[in-house]
Each structure stands twice: as structure tokens, then as C-alpha cells.
């Protein structure tokens, strides 16, 4: 069972584009619904979104502010309850001190890839050695063509990549999110 305070933060910058450029990324309805119900599913005490861009800031903005009226409320409570836990951030420094502040600790930071790395760490293992300690854990996804070399180097941890068929690994990361949930916090 989960002990560890779990967080997760989907980040829009630094990412690479598929030429593997470093990019900011947009903002979209369905990451922030889907990953905000499966972040609830599985007991996240925070789901951070992390852009720079005022204009992404304002599109988040107006996806949690309608989810906050009282029509949205009566139409799908589900839903409006999995967005009370979203929390908009311009950098992930600024991630790690809200956890500090909360926590009293510095978060084990992990990082997600779809790539085969030295030195990854699997899926029950991670569980197995790392949430079943009190020490706040922050999960990372990237967005676009995923993290930035910059921020993987300053995970603690990098995840195994999520393995399906033998040839195709480009899951959303809205899948993928519920996936690495599911495997990090199940009982088995």
C-alpha cells in the first residue's frame, strides 16, 4: 500500500518536438480532465500543470473556473471534484517548494520516458522501496515527444518505460499516466 505523499506534474516546458527541438506545448481539455480523475483514482494529493505561457495559464484558467460554477457542479460532480486538485505552475522549482512547503521534505523527483535509459528503475521496485517510505514523491510527465534532458537530469529516478507490443511505444500521456498510476499504487 501507498504510504508515500504522491504527486504528479504535467509538464509543457522544457519538452522536445518530435525533431527534438526543446518546445513549450500546449494546453489541452482532455489531459487536464483525464489525468485529473485518474490523479483523484489513485489518491494524488496534487496535479500540477506546469506551462510559462500567460496564454496556456488562461486556457487553464477557464477549463477549472467553469468546472468550479454551480451548473458544471450539478451537470458532472465527478468531474469538477478531480479538477479541485489541479494547480497551475510556471516551473517545476516552483512544484518542488509548494511540495516542500506542504511536506516539510523535498520530494523524490521521478521522471517518465518512452525510452530505454541506463539505470531505470521498474515499476515495482519503485513502489516496493520508494512509496512504501513517508518521503513525498513528485511523478513527471512530459508532454509533446516527452521530458527535456534537462529536466530528466534532475529526477532522482527515471521509471522504466510502459512496454506493450514489441514495436509500437507512443502511448498519450494521459494513458500513460493512468497506467504508471495504477502499476505504482496497486497492491500487488
Known sequence: MNNAPLY????????YNKLGDVITTSITNLDVHDISRSCLTF???KFFIVT??????????RIIRFWNTDAARNYNSFRSQALDIVE???????VVDFIKKQESFDPVVIGTTAI???HQINHGDFRKFYLAARTPVLLLFGTGHGLSQE???DCDLILK???GSDYYNHLSVRSAAAIILDRLTSEK
Do not use: F, G, M, W
Not at 88 to 94: G, K, P
Open 43 to 45: 489518491n494524488v494529493k
Open 88 to 94: 497551475q505552475a510556471d516551473t517545476l522549482s516552483d
Open 151 to 153: 529536466i530528466l537530469t
Open 52 to 61: 510559462p505561457l500567460s496564454s496556456q495559464k488562461e486556457i487553464l484558467s
Open 8 to 15: 504528479l506534474a504535467l509538464i509543457h516546458y522544457p519538452v
Open 161 to 163: 518505460p510502459i512496454y
Open 116 to 118: 530505454e535509459r541506463n
